[in-house]
Every structure is written in structure tokens, then in C-alpha cells.
């Protein structure tokens, strides 16, 4: 079975450009949620979505944005970039509950 | 404020001796906590979890221990063997049925042969 699969795995864009990152889910999962992972940090909760429906938002600037489709794959969308954007977006599914599985993470790289 | 604190950066141990990964927390709403470990180039990957009507989930070589009282918990990994080398973090959850994990900042363990 195929596990959570992420696009693309790395991307370099310039401050002041917008990105869109993509995600599938494990078949069946519902749930899914986004983590920015930054050097040296753990994993920080951007948001989650269940049922197409968003039921969490972590603390972080408008300027982020997320939606998922009827099928419960997902798009996180970074507007205006800046240098501190840099890190690794991870993705994670879930039926039900805070046990989640990871993607590999789209590695992005603002310059 | 780090709510999940691991606050050793590393930690390095004789393969075949027991690895001891401490994490503290400070939120009291946390109930459920969890261990994954993260290989360079790959997505964190889940290891053990422990609610917190529990003290003690053991799964084969590793062994999550919750103090409550304490907001503390460890996780045992024995014996190590080299392959355990990555980072490890500690995650915690609220109630409910949501998903949002609150991280420590890792543990790198290094398991010398």
C-alpha cells in the first residue's frame, strides 16, 4: 500500500513568490494535516483538515493557506514568500485520532 | 513557550546497552503522547505511544514509561542496536479527535558498534 506521497520533494522559489504543495493521503485516511519542520525544531502543526473541513490552524501568518479535495488529498499554499519559509513541509494522514503517519516532506528553499 | 521539552540535544550509547530518551511536558490537557523517530531525508516514522490512563507501553525493544505527576516521560530502547541512530521526538495530544501533535525538539541518538 502506498504511504502518504508528497510533491514535489524539493523546491528552491524567490522571496516574494507564491508556492503550492501537494499531498495524497493513505487510502482510506480522512484526516490530514501539515507541519513546517525547520532546522533544529521538531515538527510545528500548520493545519489540519477532516472531511474537507479545516479543524485546526496552528499559529502561524495568513499568508498560509490549505484546502483538501473530495478525495482527501490536500494543497498547503505559502503566499509572499520570505527567507524563513525555508524548512520542511511535512505531511501526515490519519483515520481517526492523533497517531498520524508521515510523508517524506517537500524540502523548500527561499532565496 | 516549548510546551514539549527535550532537553538533551543528543545522546550516544554502546550498542547493545539501553538508551534512556527523556521528555518533559508542560501542558496538563496533554493525554496522549508519542515517539517517532526520523532518519535524514525521510519523514518522521511513528514508534510507541502511551495514553495517559497508562504509566507503562511496551512494543518488543522499547518501552514508553508516563509519569503524570511529573509530566515526564522516557523511553527505553534496549538493547540498542546501530540502526536505532536517528533523531527521536516526543509529540503530545490534547482530547479528542483531532490530530494537532505538539513536538520536542528531537534527541539525535548515535549507537556506536
Known amino acids: 500500500d502506498a504511504g502518504v506521497t508528497q510533491s514535489p520533494t524539493h523546491l528552491i522559489k524567490t522571496r516574494g513568490q507564491q508556492v503550492t504543495l501537494r499531498c495524497s493521503p493513505i487510502?482510506?485516511?480522512?484526516?490530514v494535516s501539515w507541519y513546517q519542520q525547520v532546522l533544529g525544531q521538531g515538527p510545528q502543526f500548520i493545519f489540519q483538515y477532516y472531511e474537507k473541513e479545516e479543524r485546526g490552524r496552528g499559529n502561524f501568518p495568513d499568508r498560509f493557506s490549505a484546502r483538501q479535495f473530495p478525495n482527501y488529498s490536500s494543497e498547503l499554499n505559502v503566499n509572499a514568500l520570505l527567507l524563513g519559509d525555508s524548512a520542511l513541509y511535512l505531511c501526515a494522514s490519519s483515520l481517526v485520532g492523533p497517531r498520524v503517519t508521515f510523508g517524506s516532506g517537500t524540502r523548500l528553499t527561499v532565496v | 513557550d516549548q510546551q514539549v521539552k527535550q532537553n538533551s540535544p543528543s545522546l550516544s550509547v554502546q550498542e547493545g546497552r539501553i538508551s534512556i530518551l527523556n521528555c518533559d511536558y508542560t501542558?496538563?490537557?496533554?493525554?496522549?503522547f508519542l515517539w517517532y523517530k526520523k532518519y535524514p531525508a525521510e519523514g518522521p516514522t511513528f514508534l510507541i505511544s502511551?495514553?495517559?490512563?497508562?504509566d507503562k507501553n511496551e512494543d518488543g525493544r522499547f518501552t514508553v514509561f508516563l509519569n503524570k505527576s511529573a509530566k515526564h516521560l522516557s523511553l527505553h530502547i534496549v538493547p540498542s542496536q546501530p540502526g536505532d541512530s536517528a533523531v527521536y521526538f516526543c509529540a503530545a495530544a490534547g482530547a479528542g479527535a483531532n490530530s494537532k501533535l505538539t513536538f520536542g525538539k528531537g534527541i539525535t541518538l548515535s549507537v556506536r558498534p
Open positions: 502511551i495514553s495517559s490512563i497508562k
Open positions: 501542558n496538563s490537557m496533554f493525554d496522549y
Open positions: 487510502s482510506g485516511h480522512k484526516s
